[in-house]
């Protein structure tokens, strides 16, 4: 099932690279082999210490910025973090919220809930990443992202929720440290389930519209059958969005 618009490509660069320079050039050579005529979104979300740099590089309709993260309040005594506004103001268009990688070392619902909120004021479109770390043959995992879904959305105006691009990032699909890949039924039976669970919560017309990304080991080779099989409006990239050219190969999967 190809669900048929525009995808929205989102490349989660992670600490990486460990420099501007390669920053810069890395994200150049993207810009440059931007496929013709993709009618989609791709978003990079550098290390937020480059965004002034590749913002400088310009943005475009088809290709543009966004963060990993962001702090839980707005301004005052937080030694080390850097608020929506000034991130958005840096450049940022979309900020990854509640990636796995920051939940393990201790993010909750309730500050997901709070960076959530603080997207929306400062301008910035949540991805809001969702998804469980053991596939357990009750099919726990339901309802474990049900938990994840509701603790960042149940407090926020219904209008809002179709305006939050959700990911899920099954986590044990992650990483050097994958154990697997998953599969495109996998992907669709829990987005299908995300829209289903969020229709539930908020309404149908809430989710009019709304994204479902799939993240997790996505490359070259899985990126279409992610999209046309796995019910994703998009795709939410670590590894692969490092090399340019497997990232524009993922951005040419697309359509
Ligand atoms: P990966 O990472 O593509 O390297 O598995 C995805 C992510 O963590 O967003």
Redesign the pocket.
Known sequence: MNTGHAKLIIG?W?MNPSGGKDAVALYKEIKKGMPKGFPGKAVICPPALYLPLLSKEGATKKLSLGVQDIFSESEGAHTGKLSAKMLSDAGAEYAIIG???VRALGESDETIAKKITLAFKAGLIPVL?VGESVRDDAHEYFAYVGRQLEGALGGIPKVLVKKVVI?Y?PVW????L?VRQASPEESLEMALFIRKFLADMAGQKAIEGLQVLY????DHKNARTFLEDGGADGL?????SLNAKTFIKILEQSF
């Open positions: 989660n992670k990636h796995s990688e990443c990911a990032e699909a992650i990483g050097k994958a993240g997790g080991s996505v939410l990239v670590g590894r692969a």
